[in-house]
């Protein structure tokens, strides 16, 4: 059974950076698209950026676009979101999600069907 573990979450103070890391186990990682979600108290998840099996396509919500990127290393089966210039209101529990390979629609949030535990980030003010 495939697994995503989540990792690098911590405290920071706004304006800096944290980079979190999802570890996938299975030998098709490089076939699936990836993306990164967040959960802040009391609100719905909420899509913060997806990267294409391929690595060569990515997309980010606007809240992010400019501050965060996502990458893959599909030799080591992990995919990363360098987070930088944070906010308060970026804190949330960050969840790393896996949609089925090769899908279409990898840009749509609605794809990913399977997900990691996910990693708390907390931006001081």
């Known amino acids: 059974q495939v697994q995503l573990v989540e990792s690098g979450g911590g405290l920071v103070q706004a304006g800096g950076s944290l980079r979190l890391s999802c570890a996938a186990s299975g030998r098709t990682f490089s076939n699936h698209p990836m993306a990164w979600f967040r959960q802040a108290p009391g609100k719905e998840r909420e899509f913060v950026a997806a990267i294409k099996w391929s690595a060569d396509s990515t997309y980010y919500a606007n809240s992010v676009k400019g501050r965060f990127t996502i990458s893959r290393d599909n030799a080591e089966n992990t995919v990363y979101l360098q987070m930088n210039s944070l906010k308060p209101e970026d804190t949330a529990v960050y969840y790393c999600?896996?949609?089925?390979?090769?899908?279409?629609?990898?840009?749509?949030?609605?794809?990913?069907?399977?997900w990691g535990q996910g990693t708390q980030v907390t931006v001081s003010s």
């Open positions: 999600a896996r949609a089925p390979p090769y899908s279409a629609s990898w840009y749509y949030s609605g794809v990913y069907d399977y």
